[in-house]
């Protein structure tokens, strides 16, 4: 049974640091193009970040870019999302997804950016 397991979210004043982690099991992860969504109140799921398989290529929303990295280790079947300087328009849950033929979600962790 094909799980991904998202930790690292919480509660964190603007301008601080979080970094997210998405472990894979059950699939050959090297094999996934692998994603962040987030969806905040109100408002729809919106992709934030991706990586491919190999991790040689990223991209990133424009209003993520340049605050948040994404990453990969294969080694380890793990997803990463270093976000830093964040906003408290960041506030969301943070999905990790995989996809290849098909794709696979996790349950979201929550991320608060509050003064």
């Known amino acids: 049974q094909v799980q991904l397991v998202e930790s690292g979210g919480g509660l964190v004043q603007p301008g601080g640091s979080l970094t997210l982690s998405c472990a894979a099991s059950a699939i050959t992860f090297s094999d996934y193009v692998m994603s962040w969504y987030r969806q905040a109140p109100g408002k729809e799921r919106a992709l934030v970040a991706l990586i491919t398989p190999a991790g040689g290529t990223t991209n990133y929303s424009d209003s993520v870019k340049g605050r948040f990295t994404i990453s990969r280790d294969n080694t380890k079947n793990t997803l990463y999302l270093q976000m830093n300087s964040l906003k408290p328009e960041d506030t969301a849950v943070y999905y990790c997804?995989?996809?290849?033929?098909?794709?696979?979600w996790g349950q979201g962790t929550q991320v608060t950016v509050s003064s």
């Open positions: 997804v995989a996809r290849a033929l098909r794709s696979y």
